[in-house]
């Protein structure tokens, strides 16, 4: 079965250790090799800048890492392909694995609305908000504040419904997320699961599950341990737990998958890089059929990726 994996952190982990080589790093919970053995079709690679950068060198950063997705991702492997936009997904080979670049929290761009423009042109195709904390654009998922966007996030969304970009709403705060809702054109989380399941902030409470079923987006069910079962530990049956539970509330249509691989320091049992999926996708099958395994796999999220400007 194809995937449609939303989110992962690979960039950042090249960025910290520009040592790792893509084709076949073990240090990679994502590699060029895994994508290829898992059938993966589409990964979504995150620009994610750490808060412990300087400001000054936010955006210095977040190019450094669209440079390494070009020249250590795109470029020796001539099987992964960039996508910007829907038809590209439409036109990859069957032995070819489409790239999606997104940028994850809008610190590295400051106030500055250029900045967010160049790297829509440098391809990035999804633009995340916020990480966990405040910015110019909106308050995360913990700042305690918990406002929402700020006028200048009002003019990043007329941006980002004017080119239609995807707008990702995970990690931000719940009144940033409700504000996205009602100003954006192509919202989605990338990486969220089920706050009723497991109540930790970053999660998506069951009336934001609805809404984002009303707008006929998708959110993709992440393998962070503490977004699953609160502790550092979790199996692929809280995983399923997740997903049941979006069904339950109407979801069916509306469920895909980002795994956060590379991105957390605790992993699911049974799930430790993008090679496992297939240890999912058998679980799946015992209690949903082909098709919505397929839906929740690959097709949800690719019928919600915008036709981009």
Known sequence: MRIFDAHCDVLYKMFKNPSIKFQNSASLQVNGEQLTAANVKIQGFAIYVSPNIHPNLLFDAALHMVELFYEKIIKPNPFIKLITRTEHIDMLDDDQVGAILTLEGCDAIGRDLL??????????????????????????????RGGGLTQFGKEVIRLLNETNTWCDISHLSEKGFWDVIEWGNHPFASHSNCYSLCPHPRNLKNDQIKAIIERDSVMGVTFVPQFLSGQNEASIIDVLRHVEHICELGGENHIGFGSDFDGTEHIVSGLTSIGDYFLLINELQKYYSEIQVSKFLYENMKKRYPRRI
Not at 124 to 141: E, F, R
């Open 115 to 144: 900045k967010l423009k160049t790297l829509l042109r440098l391809g990035v195709s999804s633009v995340g908000l916020t990480w966990n904390n405040a910015n110019s654009v909106a308050d995360g998922a913990l700042e305690e």
